[in-house]
């Protein structure tokens, strides 16, 4: 059963940078389009950042040109590279396929911007 586990969320201030990590065991890393999610206090979980098995990366508005999402397939990893991040950041973060059917979820990683 795959595994994901993400990591490097912290407490950083408004127009600070955060890089996430997620690793994902199983064979099938490589073959899936992966995507970046977040929950917000009080929000449904969205989708905020993709990248597709060649690399081809959708970001959503509110993250364009701030977040940058890659994958190093060798090592089943997907990072999430934060700048100017803004209070409205805040979020528990988690990575997944972006299929309707998902892998088990990880525990996520909290990204709190505050001053």
């Known amino acids: 059963q795959v595994q994901i586990v993400e990591s490097g969320g912290g407490l950083v201030q408004p127009g600070g940078s955060l890089r996430l990590s997620c690793a994902a065991s199983?064979?099938?890393?490589?073959?899936?389009?992966m995507g970046w999610y977040r929950q917000g206090p009080g929000k449904e979980r969205e989708l905020v950042a993709r990248i597709s098995p060649g690399g081809t990366t959708t970001y959503a508005d509110s993250v364009k040109g701030r977040f940058t999402i890659s994958r190093d397939n060798a090592k089943n990893t997907v990072a999430l590279q934060m700048n100017s991040l803004k209070p409205e950041d805040t979020a528990v973060y988690y990575c997944?396929?972006?299929?309707?059917?998902?892998?088990?979820w990880g525990q996520g990683t909290q990204v709190t911007v505050s001053s």
């Open positions: 199983g064979s099938r890393f490589s073959i899936v389009t």
């Open positions: 997944n396929v972006i299929t309707t059917i998902k892998w088990p």
